[in-house]
């Protein structure tokens, strides 16, 4: 539940600064950045998309990298194995 | 917020201006030039704060014009339709945020109320229970009473903002007042 409290005598806003904050252009500004689909926008001008993406390009080579390890080490990851059998059968 | 008060022709020329605004956004500066202030005093009474004020009539204009394809014209004056937006809005915030919200009452229209119904005399005496009863009511009975004890609306503008008829909004206002007789009178 929502806290609250009674106010029997409220006092105006200034005008002044009532007026500071009206600004259709800036309403406008926020409008068209909530409105324009991504793909309209060149990428560079989007820092936050750009390093999104740059991220995930850096996780999928990390990823590739290490998928090509990993086979190998699978195989013979310490080459323990290869004495052990060396030595049973000479 | 004498916005209500239009007639016909007032109603017809706003209209006007949506329509335009719906097809072309930038054409939606007069409405919010003629209700920017009426939205920002509304929620300063609540708020008594002026980032806040401006955040939330900033977000009950751009809601408004993301879904202005989707208003119809029935007679109403728009400004209905914007504060219908507004109250959802504050109410969505007050809801998230751990913050005090405001509710205006004006005592003399409380009290003219209480004269009328013969209980003006507990009014006076035990205020902080009558207080506490009024905060403990739910969003929309609370809207009710604010609306009608402090924005000082008629039942028509009360219906309309909250897209209910003119005569529901009668009833469910004086069900508000009822049960808040009716427990003062419990506790008398």
Known sequence: M??????????PPDPKIMGRKKDFGAFMDNYRKGTTPLYKKPLYKNPRLFLALLLIIL???????????????????????????????? | MDSHHKNKEDLEREAGEVLRAQKNP??????????????????WNRTEDYDLSSDLTQHTFLKALRNLGSYQFRNLPFSAWLFRIGINEMNMYF??????????LDLTLLREWAGEEGIDGYLEKEFTRVEKLILDLPPDQLALIELR????????????IMKISENNAKVKTYRVLDKIRKLMEEKE
């Open chain 1, 2 to 11: 929502e806290k609250r409290k009674l106010h029997t005598r409220t006092t």
């Open chain 1, 59 to 90: 996780v999928a080579i990390l990823v590739f990298e290490s998928g090509e390890e990993s086979p190998s080490e699978k195989q013979n990851p310490t080459g323990a194995d290869t004495v052990k059998n060396e030595k049973q059968n000479p």
């Open chain 2, 26 to 43: 930038a054409a939606f500066a007069p409405l919010y030039e003629r209700y920017y202030e009426v939205l920002f005093r509304f929620f």
């Open chain 2, 95 to 104: 809801r998230k945020a751990e913050r005090e919200r405001i509710v205006p």
């Open chain 2, 149 to 160: 004890f402090f924005e000082k609306k008629s039942f028509l503008e009360i219906g309309q």
